[in-house]
């Protein structure tokens, strides 16, 4: 029986976090994210969010107290962009980034949170929350989603994914409901 070694890429990646599943023989790899820039994830949902590829590498160069940032590249190529941002209670995101939403195309609102919008090529929650003792909003938003290819079965990964995802990242910015 023949010993498998890990490709260098999984090496260097595994110190990053990133867990990373094969499917199929020969072609490109799905991969499995259970973390990645200090923050946990479903791995089910987020990997059905990013193409598959050989490589894939996450950078949280960006991020800041009160604005997670989290880019994952496949291939060497930046694909799916992940943002958190505690913001005042005045602040209206889904109004303030409405073009946004409309340049990710065919935007509509779900019932997550205290609203979102769920797009084509990605969307944005958001909660009222406190942070340091101060009553604030946490906003989550994903964007370049191109997968899953087919457009009504991204949108509803996307809402399943924002659900999802919006406590978790919440609980690790420090922003309770």
């Known amino acids: 029986m ?6 260098q890429w999984l090496s260097a990646t595994l110190p990053a976090a990133l867990l990373i599943g094969i499917t199929g023989c020969g072609g490109p790899e799905s991969f499995t994210v259970s973390e990645a820039c200090g923050t946990e994830f479903d791995p089910e949902l987020i990997g059905r969010l990013i193409p ?11 991020s800041e107290p009160k604005q997670f940032r989290c880019e994952f590249a496949v291939d060497g190529q930046d694909r799916v962009g992940l943002r958190g941002d505690v913001v005042e ?7 303030v ?3 946004v939403m409309l340049r990710l195309g065919n935007p509509a ?3 997550i949170g205290d609203g979102a919008t769920i ?8 909660k009222a929350c ?6 604030m909003q946490y906003v989550l938003s994903i964007d370049g989603v191109q997968d899953p290819k087919g457009i009504e079965e991204r949108r509803r990964t ?6 999802s995802q919006l406590p978790v990242a919440m609980k690790a910015e420090g922003c309770r409901p």
């Open 2 to 7: 023949k010993k498998k070694l890990l490709p």
């Open 52 to 62: 598959k590829g050989d490589s894939l590498k996450s950078d949280d160069t960006f």
């Open 89 to 95: 209670p005045f602040v209206k995101p889904l109004e």
């Open 97 to 99: 980034k409405e073009s």
């Open 109 to 111: 609102s779900a019932d």
């Open 119 to 126: 797009a084509d090529h990605g969307g944005m929650a958001l």
């Open 130 to 135: 406190t942070y340091n003792g101060e009553k």
């Open 158 to 163: 996307l809402e399943d994914f924002l659900r």
